[in-house]
């Protein structure tokens, strides 16, 4: 039996014109938390609470938008499916179940276009609205040939999404920012994102990496000349040389980039600093003195206190960038967004490599987000183009994936956050994930690997929260 309720328009959806109607999916009994909280937004709501009264209200009535509550795991995917079949052109979008990351991935696979994070505030019912009503389709698997990453924000999990504010809070800040983060983690996506909410369209994002083979080398990239000489004492110092070919020219008016900062050399980073503070550098090619306007956002990997410490980084160049500091999380610690960004890069290289269509198994999504990932998305991009140029049938199994992945000593990096029982915790976690995925999920075989009893095995699954998509469904 349908119910339906018609909501004030409010807030964000009213201000942006006629409110939205909206079909919203819950089984009953559901998350009266998201209803309550949809009920605010604006949205002239229609609860339903199975897909044949979905159809039935989708027969009689228009709806700009279906909203379908993913917290019913198996039963909301088959209700995206039998949608998309029946009503192809009602867009349908998906409220993040955090307890079922990989129901998420399954319904982009069934055909939702869009995601709402739980708890999900204004912000993500305005973009929601946006997308809507200018027709975009952030999250379509098949249509959507030239998006990238770099253009999808997964960002589900607690840990990315305090890190997505600050970077909002950032966008709105004049100063410099300092991502701190491991590589591959999606420190130059969020400085990107900053940049695009921060300036105007036309504004230059310049992005320069601090790794060269020479000093000469990386001062030709940033400066566009070769290392100023010493000059000879005068009362009135000399501005810096700048050639138009360099990194801080280009970035006039934008934002430059440093990756990897603190393998700059230090005459670099004095340069850097006396441009940013004095705002002006004789061009040579004109022989005038030019002023500057941009903004530097950089990267780090974590132990930044070290690097300081031991004169790496200039103290005075960290004052500089860190006026705001985000701690960007590893792939490891956001494990509700590699189902996503797992299925997002495979319809990505599959189109690009020409493959054909191709999906993931639930077993092999949960094996992919039980995984370390030392590598962070770099690592897990590497996976799944191996896995398209390697697997000729159209779902990709959990055997497939276990064939090119180490399920021993698979993180040679050491996460240095938390307290010894944290790094404790997270090492029992991350073990006991892979050798149940060696064991295929069956609890008693992974219980005498371990060498504890199978109730105890049950109680550190728990504990821990070992993500029990790993268990054997008959175990």
Request: proline share 5%; charged share 25%.
């Amino acid at each position: 039996m349908s119910t339906s309720t018609s909501v004030d328009s409010v807030d964000l959806v009213a201000a942006s014109g006629t409110s939205l109607s909206a079909l919203y999916i819950a089984r009953p009994g559901g998350r009266t938390p998201v209803c309550d909280r949809l009920s605010k937004t604006g949205l002239a709501l229609t609860r339903v609470t199975d897909v044949a009264a979905a159809l039935r209200a989708a027969q009689s009535s228009r709806f700009d938008l279906c909203l379908v509550d993913l917290a019913d795991a198996r039963g909301a995917v088959a209700t995206v499916r039998t949608l998309r079949a029946q009503c192809p052109d009602l867009v349908a979008a998906g409220i993040m179940d955090p307890a079922c990351p990989l129901t998420a991935a399954e319904a982009i696979d069934a055909g939702i276009v869009d995601l709402l994070p739980w708890p999900f505030d204004e912000r993500d019912i305005a973009a929601l609205v946006a997308n809507t009503r200018d027709g975009s389709t952030r999250l379509e698997p098949e249509t959507s040939s030239t998006a990238t990453a770099e253009d999808r924000l997964f960002a589900h999990s607690p840990a990315m999404r305090q890190a997505v504010d600050l970077a909002r809070a950032a966008a709105g800040v004049r100063g410099g920012v300092l991502l701190i983060g491991e590589p591959g983690s999606g420190r130059e996506f969020l400085a990107r994102l900053i940049h695009r909410w921060g300036h105007k369209t036309d504004a230059a994002f310049v992005p320069v990496t601090c790794v060269a083979d020479s000093p000469e080398e990386l001062e030709d990239r940033l400066f566009g000349v070769a290392s100023d000489r010493q000059p000879l004492p005068t009362k009135a110092r000399m501005p810096d040389r700048l050639g138009k070919s360099g990194g801080v020219y280009a970035a006039h008016g934008g934002t430059l980039f440093l990756d990897a900062i603190v393998q700059a050399p230090a005459r670099v980073q004095a340069k850097l600093v006396r441009l940013s503070r004095d705002g002006e550098a004789l061009l040579v090619e004109k022989r005038v003195a030019v002023d500057l306007d941009f903004r530097v956002m950089a990267t780090a990997e974590p132990g930044i206190q070290a690097a300081l410490a031991d004169g790496r980084l200039r103290r005075d160049l960290y004052e500089r960038l860190a006026v705001v500091q985000i701690e960007v999380p590893p792939l490891r610690r956001r494990r509700e967004d590699i189902p996503l960004l797992a299925v997002h890069l495979l319809g990505e290289l599959r189109r690009a490599l020409g493959a054909p269509p191709q999906r993931f198994s639930r077993a092999a999504l949960a094996l992919l987000s039980a995984l370390p990932w030392p590598g962070n998305a770099t690592e897990l991009r590497a996976l799944v183009e191996t896995l398209v140029r390697s697997v000729d049938r159209a779902v990709i199994q959990l055997d497939d994936v276990l064939e090119h992945v180490r399920l021993d000593g698979v993180s040679p990096r050491v996460d240095v956050s938390g307290t010894l029982r944290d790094a404790k915790a997270r090492f029992e976690r991350d073990w006991i994930s892979a050798v149940l995925m060696k064991h295929h999920g069956r609890v008693e075989d992974a219980a005498r690997t371990l060498g504890i009893q199978r109730t105890n095995l049950y109680r550190k699954v728990r504990q821990l929260k070992v993500a029990r998509t790993l268990l054997a469904r008959k175990a």
